[in-house]
């Protein structure tokens, strides 16, 4: 019998490298799909003006119908995306560390940060690191890792992703109702971006999913706390195949 499909989708200025601790977990019960977004990892860079839908159809080829998504911060607004849009792809739809539907304060924190790496990159990549790490058991070869991989990013093409970072859940936010995809948001109960509110926040406007807080957790969940991420979406993978 053939393995389920999983598809994992990282965050802004990340890649595929990002999902190794999960993925490792996962790998003996899954076939598993770890794509770069667009301007991400080996692609080029993504163009000015690059919307939520392109960093969606930029890798929907590679989903196989009726896969298992699961998409963290930048990716599950993008795994948001795909299931509105192409629902036949995705069977589940876990949403690790998504923002949803910012207030104005909320909103005006994100611009803030868009701005610091339009003055800055190299202090608002440092910042990134303390919001997502600071006071974690992550090893310190891991933080060098992910430094690593923002660091590499053209810079053009990170600000131009980070603004759909920053700005796309105002887009999708209106239409989350129309997801009945069966459905998982978490989160950790640290991470200060990416709320425990939003999380719930989330859970409440799709039909069909619950909200998961992790405690003790920050942003980067999938490096912090596989464990506790692998088994959120494989329970919501479980209940809802049948046969």
Not at 126 to 132: G, H, K
Request: hydrophobic letters at 40%; proline letters at 7%; one cysteine or more.
């Amino acid at each position: 019998m053939s393995k389920p499909t999983l598809v994992l989708l990282h965050g802004v200025g990340l890649d595929r490298t990002m999902w190794e601790p999960t993925a490792e977990l996962v790998a003996d019960r899954f076939t598993l799909v770890t794509p770069d977004l667009p301007g991400h990892g080996r692609n080029d860079p993504a163009p000015a003006g690059i919307t939520l839908r392109d960093l969606a159809l930029g890798v929907a080829a590679e989903i196989p119908e009726g896969s298992h998504l699961v998409g963290f911060s930048l990716g599950a607004l993008v795994a948001q995306y795909l299931a509105l849009h192409r629902p036949d792809r995705v069977a589940t739809l876990t949403s690790v560390s998504s923002v949803c539907r910012r207030t104005p304060a909320e909103r005006a924190e994100v611009l803030k940060r868009l701005d610091a790496a339009r003055a800055d990159f190299r202090a608002a990549t440092a910042a990134s690191l303390r919001r997502w790490y600071a006071g974690t058991d992550v090893s310190a070869e891991w933080v060098s890792r992910t430094e690593a991989t923002l660091l590499a990013n053209d810079v053009g093409s990170f600000r131009a992703c980070y603004r759909v970072f920053a700005t796309a859940d105002a887009d999708i936010g209106p239409a989350l109702h129309r997801i009945t995809t069966p459905a998982v948001a978490v989160t950790g109960e640290n991470d200060p971006g990416s709320t425990p509110e939003m999380t719930r926040r989330l859970a409440a406007a799709l039909p069909n999913c619950r909200s998961v807080v992790v405690p003790e957790a920050r942003h980067m969940l999938p490096v912090q706390r596989p464990e506790a991420l692998v088994d959120c979406f494989t329970t919501l993978i479980r209940d809802n195949t049948h046969g």
